[in-house]
């Protein structure tokens, strides 16, 4: 089982920029592949990002292709969402997710341990 809390959420200008953090608990971090989500109301959960276990491999949703970066540091049982040129529909809660498989997932259902999400919200 795997512990996640993320970090470095919170508030910022349209075009600025945020790097998340999510750290996991347990040895076996570079086991699980990883995804951050993230929801705002009146809204489902979507998948942002996603990284397979070895960090060798990513799907961005298109909505922030070219603008987020997702990483990992196995040695530091840490996942990142670097976060650039944001925008104002990119407000909502931030989640990080890990997911029993090691290749990449894209939905939910798919991840088996969640954190308890970050606020990010971009102010135009």
């Known amino acids: 089982q795997v512990q996640l809390v993320e970090s470095g959420g919170g508030p910022v200008q349209a075009g600025g920029s945020l790097r998340l953090s999510c750290a996991a608990s347990?040895?076996?971090?570079?086991?699980?592949?990883m995804g951050w989500f993230r929801q705002s109301p009146g809204k489902e959960r979507e998948l942002v990002a996603a990284?397979?276990?070895?960090?060798?491999?990513?799907y961005y949703a298109d909505s922030v292709k070219g603008r987020f970066a997702i990483s990992r540091d196995n040695a530091k049982n840490t996942l990142y969402l670097q976060m650039n040129d944001l925008k104002p529909e990119d407000t909502a809660v931030y989640y990080c997710?890990?997911?029993?498989?090691?290749?990449?997932?894209?939905?939910?259902?798919?991840?088996?341990?969640w954190g308890q999400g970050t606020q990010v919200t971009v102010s135009s």
């Open positions: 990284i397979n276990s070895s960090g060798g491999s990513r």
């Open positions: 347990g040895r076996t971090f570079s086991t699980y592949a």
């Open positions: 997710a890990a997911s029993d498989y090691a290749t990449v997932r894209t939905t939910p259902t798919q991840y088996n341990y």
